[in-house]
């Protein structure tokens, strides 16, 4: 998506990636197939190019890094590294005053009764401190659970323990900002999760204004920190008493503002390239609200009626194989 709409500003995308037809490689003329650590076809990638970003973090930093090198890469390492590792993401965002759910770093079962005990509390959520997304790599604690058993699920990778938030919903921000400094929003959006995977997303998020600010607040902060060039996503929850919790930075484009490609005069696509390539950014200036589904696993099998529905923008990506849980696509529906 970010290569289509580097297309519709005259951009020429090439794209890296280890997997051969990939959807990306489907809209583009050139794409260079290598591993993440593969210096030489890193190398003749970064010298066919002037701009280079990414839009997935579980790369390795040393691949950012090395690139770096050659040309200039946005975002920078240093945001890659934050959010790679749940337990550096959260004390950065705490350093910044960007509240979190309570959190603990265990190096042994006992430590999590330990400090279930201090926070006065019967459950928590571990979680691998890296490579965890869509709720992979993360178990739930309770007063049942034997915590020796559990943490040996977890086969000695680094964890992470927080409270469990009853959060009223979930919702995310995302800006991009620009060489100059200006930042521009997406949302909040409310979204929705089936199986830890978002499911739906809805434009403007129902929630009160003063909330909304504060949500977009948070995210400029954290951009205007770390001197942001690219887009980042925050995605908070929203406790009983409308506070907001921070869980999670990715440091690119992201589902939740998918529909921006179909309500929006200028997408967070296109804003990402933008940003990266030395343009100015622009305020979406959205012109519709909106709903978006995502098309997980066989959904995208059963498309009759919504290919017959007005104003539903069906999105396929091309993946090849259809399996449980994988995102193929997305329908924005404008209202
Ligand atoms: P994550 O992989 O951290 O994005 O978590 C996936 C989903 O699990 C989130 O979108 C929440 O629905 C849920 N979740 C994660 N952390 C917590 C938490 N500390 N308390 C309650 N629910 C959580």
């Given at each position: 998506m970010s290569a289509l709409a580097a297309a519709n500003l005259g951009i020429e995308t090439v794209i890296y990636c280890p997997e051969p037809d990939s959807p990306a490689s489907q809209v583009v003329k050139t794409t260079i197939n290598g591993a993440y650590d593969d210096e030489a076809k890193l190398k003749e990638f970064a010298d066919q190019v002037d701009y280079i970003s990414y839009e997935f973090?579980?790369?390795?930093?040393?691949?950012?890094?090395?690139?770096?090198?050659?040309?200039p890469v946005y975002p920078k390492a240093s945001l890659l590294q934050a959010s790679q590792d749940r337990i550096e993401e959260?004390?950065?965002?705490?350093?910044?005053d960007i509240p979190t759910a309570q959190w603990a770093a265990p190096k042994k079962p006992q430590d999590v009764l330990d400090t279930l005990n201090v926070w006065d509390a019967k459950e928590c959520i571990l979680?691998?401190?890296?490579?965890?997304?869509?709720?992979?790599g993360q178990a739930r604690h309770t007063g049942d659970t034997d915590i020796e058993t559990?943490?040996?699920?977890?086969?000695?990778?680094?964890?992470?323990?927080?409270?469990?938030?009853?959060?009223?919903?979930?919702?995310?921000?995302?800006?991009?900002?620009?060489?100059?400094?200006?930042?521009v929003h997406y949302g909040p959006m409310l979204n929705e999760h089936k199986n830890h995977i978002l499911s739906k997303t809805v434009l403007p998020a129902p929630l009160d204004k003063d909330i909304c600010d504060e949500a977009i607040h948070l995210t400029e902060r954290l951009a205007k920190h770390i001197g942001l060039k690219g887009v980042l996503t925050l995605e908070l929850f929203v406790t009983a008493d409308n506070g907001l919790?921070?869980?999670?930075i990715a440091p690119r484009t992201h589902n939740s503002g998918h529909w921006s490609i179909d309500a929006c005069a200028h997408s967070q696509f296109e804003n990402h390239v933008r940003a990266v390539c030395d343009l100015p950014v622009l305020g979406p200036a959205r012109h519709s609200d909106c709903e978006m589904l995502n098309l997980i696993g066989d959904d995208v099998e059963k498309l009759d009626d919504m290919?017959?529905?007005?104003?539903?923008?069906?999105?396929?990506?091309?993946k090849h194989d259809v399996k449980p849980g994988r995102k193929m696509g997305h329908i924005t529906i404008l209202k």
């Amino acid at each position: 998506m970010s290569a289509l709409a580097a297309a519709n500003l005259g951009i020429e995308t090439v794209i890296y990636c280890p997997e051969p037809d990939s959807p990306a490689s489907q809209v583009v003329k050139t794409t260079i197939n290598g591993a993440y650590d593969d210096e030489a076809k890193l190398k003749e990638f970064a010298d066919q190019v002037d701009y280079i970003s990414y839009e997935f973090e579980n790369i390795p930093v040393s691949t950012v890094e090395f690139l770096e090198k050659n040309k200039p890469v946005y975002p920078k390492a240093s945001l890659l590294q934050a959010s790679q590792d749940r337990i550096e993401e959260k004390t950065f965002l705490n350093n910044i005053d960007i509240p979190t759910a309570q959190w603990a770093a265990p190096k042994k079962p006992q430590d999590v009764l330990d400090t279930l005990n201090v926070w006065d509390a019967k459950e928590c959520i571990l979680k691998t401190a890296r490579f965890g997304y869509d709720g992979k790599g993360q178990a739930r604690h309770t007063g049942d659970t034997d915590i020796e058993t559990l943490w040996t699920q977890f086969e000695g990778q680094t964890l992470i323990m927080e409270e469990i938030v009853a959060f009223t919903c979930e919702v995310s921000v995302i800006v991009a900002r620009d060489v100059n400094g200006k930042i521009v929003h997406y949302g909040p959006m409310l979204n929705e999760h089936k199986n830890h995977i978002l499911s739906k997303t809805v434009l403007p998020a129902p929630l009160d204004k003063d909330i909304c600010d504060e949500a977009i607040h948070l995210t400029e902060r954290l951009a205007k920190h770390i001197g942001l060039k690219g887009v980042l996503t925050l995605e908070l929850f929203v406790t009983a008493d409308n506070g907001l919790l921070a869980n999670e930075i990715a440091p690119r484009t992201h589902n939740s503002g998918h529909w921006s490609i179909d309500a929006c005069a200028h997408s967070q696509f296109e804003n990402h390239v933008r940003a990266v390539c030395d343009l100015p950014v622009l305020g979406p200036a959205r012109h519709s609200d909106c709903e978006m589904l995502n098309l997980i696993g066989d959904d995208v099998e059963k498309l009759d009626d919504m290919l017959q529905t007005d104003k539903a923008c069906v999105h396929i990506y091309g993946k090849h194989d259809v399996k449980p849980g994988r995102k193929m696509g997305h329908i924005t529906i404008l209202k």
